[in-house]
């Protein structure tokens, strides 16, 4: 079962709020990702946690702050977002953070800023 | 740094018609490689990878793709296409001393029935 479950999967915001994504498995996997897609286009890596530590940054804005509760859990906080911050994000996992290691993706959540 | 190249951005082909979408690498050793499917409004699906062995690897969905050294290539193929396969495909490339693959950029396929 290779199931990484997202929520919300649809979520409207305004500039001046503050949101939440979540991302939640079950498979004991120990890295956890946060992409971020615009359509038509590859996923772009946002953040990398590996068991429960922030590993990787891609120079990812302050407005977005990813958090780690548990090795099952992950969040993207959303404060003051832009409207070209609108996209889908993609929440994954993989198994540990080894070279080769197949990451698995949740369905995503829609983001539309207003 | 690895990096991928999938030439086409659109492919359109008949629904029963065999299917074949490119991805080229640029890597200098063998990379980890990984061909994912993405349907409207949906995550990505990992369709088949390669690490080591067998060239030729069978995927879920009656895919397989075929990893050639020589052209560093890793082409996808599907004997026959159903209209539930058009979608966006991503090859991705992997080093061996990274885990963070790197995407290329998509082949849309659209079916005609």
């Known amino acids: 079962d290779t199931e990484v479950t997202q929520t919300p999967k649809h979520l409207v915001m305004g500039m001046t709020n503050k949101k939440s994504l979540k991302c939640e498995q079950h498979?004991?996997?120990?890295?956890m990702y946060w992409y971020k897609q615009k359509a038509k286009k590859p996923p772009e890596l946002m953040f990398v946690?590996?068991?429960?530590?922030?590993?990787i940054n891609e120079s990812v804005p302050s407005r977005f702050s990813p958090e780690c509760p548990n090795s099952s859990l992950l969040n993207l906080h959303l404060h003051a977002l832009q409207p070209e911050d609108s996209a889908l994000y993609l929440c994954?996992?993989?198994?540990?953070?080894?070279?080769?290691?197949?990451?698995?993706f949740g369905e995503g959540s829609w983001l539309t800023v207003v | 740094a690895q990096s991928v190249t999938q030439p086409d951005i659109h492919i359109t082909v008949s629904e029963g018609a065999s299917l074949e979408l490119r991805c080229n690498y640029s890597?200098?050793?063998?990379?980890?490689l990984f061909w994912y499917v993405q349907s409207p409004g949906q995550g990505l699906q990992l369709l088949l990878k390669?690490?080591?062995?067998?060239?030729l690897v069978q995927g879920i969905k009656g895919f397989e793709a075929e990893f050639k050294r020589s052209q560093s290539s890793f082409n996808l193929r599907k004997p026959s296409v159903h209209w539930s396969d058009a979608a966006e495909y991503f090859c991705?490339?992997?080093?061996?001393?990274?885990?963070?693959?790197?995407f290329g950029r998509g082949t849309s396929l659209i079916v005609h029935p």
């Open positions: 994954a996992s993989s198994q540990d953070p080894g070279a080769g290691n197949t990451i698995y």
């Open positions: 498979m004991g996997h120990r890295a």
């Open positions: 946690y590996s068991y429960e530590k922030l590993s």
């Open positions: 890597y200098g050793a063998t990379p980890y």
């Open positions: 390669y690490f080591s062995g067998d060239t």
């Open positions: 991705a490339v992997g080093a061996r001393g990274s885990y963070i693959p790197t």
